[in-house]
């Protein structure tokens, strides 16, 4: 060791710093360094240090700076709105002033107030003749026994509510308008209506729909509609278990057509996939 010691003396050039992995003018050799070496180190140290306090501080000069510009642009924005909105009050003010002042006669505030009690009593009447207008239609579907909302003629097939399972669900076949001819040999047609109830409109409650348009192919369809209230002990269960039996009494009157097409609206797309979920027999396609 004393002999290393000497050498290091005699080539002080040959000690390097050894603790600084950072440091870009030296690199570890694990000799010893010598006085000034070290005093070398330090002062690279110290230097490095002042550059990133002198780094820092010129980012906090710079974002002082950007908040200073963003904090004033705002307030002249904020400035400018208010003044927009005093002048839009002033303009608003003016013309609630000059129409005052046309109607600010006795006579004319007379004659404004029989125009709208006039123009509110008319209103009235109206909405109430409709409401009147409105419950007599919905006796009057009672009375009928609640039957579905349709533009076809049709005739009940099954009707769920006297099944072991019973529920509200009803099987129908829909009868083809004059003009148009079906064939009992085609892929038949299954529409499921939503349980909301407004899923005529898409399904049958126009020609332009799922069940004219598949009248018009040719094709046999059939509707899953639904009456008002639910069976006492109805569950969704119930419900899947009656389509199934829908669909199997349909495939019994084509037995030489296609699996039907069955197509869920709205709560009955959701239900259409329990049904085939839950039965394997059941193998045609689903619209959802």
Known sequence: ?????????????????????????????????NFQEMVNHQFYKNENTIDELNLQNNYRTDG????????????????????????TLNQDKNAIIKSWQKISTPKKLWQEWLSYSTD??????????????????????????????????YQVIMDATKFERPCN????RIEPPKGIVTNDDERPYIVIDPRAGHGAGIGGFKHESQVGVALNKGHPVYFVAFKRLPEPTQTIA?????????????????PHAQSPVIIGNCQGGWAALIL???????????VL
């Open 120 to 153: 509110s009593s008319k209103r009235l009447l109206q909405t109430v003749d409709v409401l009147k207008e409105r419950g007599d239609i919905f006796l009057e579907h009672e009375l009928a026994g609640c039957p579905p909302v349709l533009d076809y003629d």
């Open 169 to 172: 669900y009803v099987l129908l």
């Open 238 to 254: 119930d419900i899947t278990y009656a389509e199934g039996k829908f669909v199997r009494e349909v495939e019994k009157r084509h």
């Open 276 to 286: 085939a979920a839950t039965n394997q027999d059941i193998k045609g396609p689903i």
């Open 1 to 33: 060791m004393s002999d290393t010691i000497e050498k290091n003396i005699e080539n002080p050039n040959k000690a390097e710093v050894w603790l600084s992995r950072s440091n870009p003018h030296h690199r570890a050799t694990g000799l010893i360094p």
């Open 64 to 87: 002082a700076g950007l908040l200073i510009e963003v904090t004033c642009k705002h307030l002249q924005q904020n400035h400018k709105q208010i003044q927009e909105n005093i002048q």
